[in-house]
């Protein structure tokens, strides 16, 4: 399947979608749902339009912007600098390894009582909360990543002389970097969530704040229009960080999937016979013992 054709499905399942939320709200259906309490699409559109034009819209929006940026880059760099070091460090795991664990399944939303109580303002208290929320999914991508490192690649560095810092920067984290952009993936979403439910809780401005403002004051379009904006903005931000992660790692192989009809069969010799993945093994070779094979391996 070519990439335009790809790309038309997903509009083509969005259009479907937009079209299918109009259809229900605008000829009042309640099945179970009352789809007749939400607004149109037209209504969440004029009224996306209108929010737009004024400054508040994008004074919100560089608000969310700015604590989600300063929470997730923060929570990066400790996440993988503490993923790295409890993985390598026997004495770093046995300190730091209770105390996280324990930590760890706490909901970074249930410490905002924390966080207006330890920090002297709002903001930072926020920042606080979208750290700690993207920091535990980069932390054990991190150390998982670290740990399911061959040894051998090590001991290959360490071979031709090569000392810890250059076992680190070599092997360690660029190995590492697939496991770690996945923590990181993971980590922006959850650090979106929170930071919106933070933003309704104790927040003065920014999307989520906005979200629960026209909640309260029963403006449903403007509700959905924060919704639209919040998906909006965790779909780009995702998007961003798988691209760096494609770009950083492009040393990976990368496979595209073929089916299986389309794929091309080995022809098969005569006098071959066929494995159990059906690539065909020649005769001479079938017959020679597993020693005589491998021989070439540990000729000089």
């Not at 400054?55 to 560089?62: A, E, H, I, R, S």
């Not at 360690?172 to 930071?195: D, E, R």
């Amino acid at each position: 399947m070519t990439r335009p054709v790809r790309y038309a499905l997903r509009l083509v399942s969005l259009a479907v979608a937009l079209g299918l939320w109009q259809l229900l709200t605008s000829r009042d259906i309640d099945v179970w749902l009352r789809f007749s309490q939400f607004p149109t699409v037209t209504d969440v559109a004029r009224t996306f339009a209108d929010r737009l034009a004024g400054p508040d819209y994008w004074t919100d929006l560089t608000d969310s912007l700015t604590r989600i940026l300063s929470g997730f880059l923060l929570a990066a760099v400790l996440g993988v600098a503490t993923g790295v070091l409890v993985a390598r460090s026997r004495l770093a795991e046995d300190l730091l390894g209770p105390v996280l664990e324990v930590v760890r399944p706490i909901p970074a939303i249930a410490l905002v009582p924390v966080a207006i109580l330890l920090f002297p303002s709002n903001e930072q208290g926020i920042v606080f909360i979208t750290c700690v929320a993207a920091f535990f999914p980069v932390l054990v991508s991190t150390r998982h990543a670290v740990r399911a490192l061959a040894p051998v690649w090590e001991e290959a560095v360490r071979t031709m002389g090569g000392g810890r810092w250059r076992v680190l920067g070599s092997v360690v984290l660029p190995g590492a970097l697939p496991g770690v952009f996945g923590g990181l993936s993971v980590g922006i979403g959850v650090s979106w969530i929170c930071v919106i439910s933070a933003e309704m809780i104790s927040g003065q401005y920014g999307v989520g704040y906005r979200t629960w403002q026209d909640y309260t004051v029963v403006d449903y379009p403007g509700v959905f229009v924060g919704m639209v904006t919040i998906g909006a903005l965790g779909w780009l931000t995702s998007t961003t960080v798988e691209l760096l992660g494609r770009r950083l790692t492009h040393w990976l192989p990368r496979t595209s999937y073929v089916p299986t009809a389309a794929r091309p069969k080995p022809a098969r010799a005569a006098g071959a016979a066929v494995s159990p993945a059906g690539a065909a093994v020649p005769e001479d070779t079938r017959a020679q013992p597993e020693e005589a094979r491998d021989e070439h391996l540990v000729r000089d």
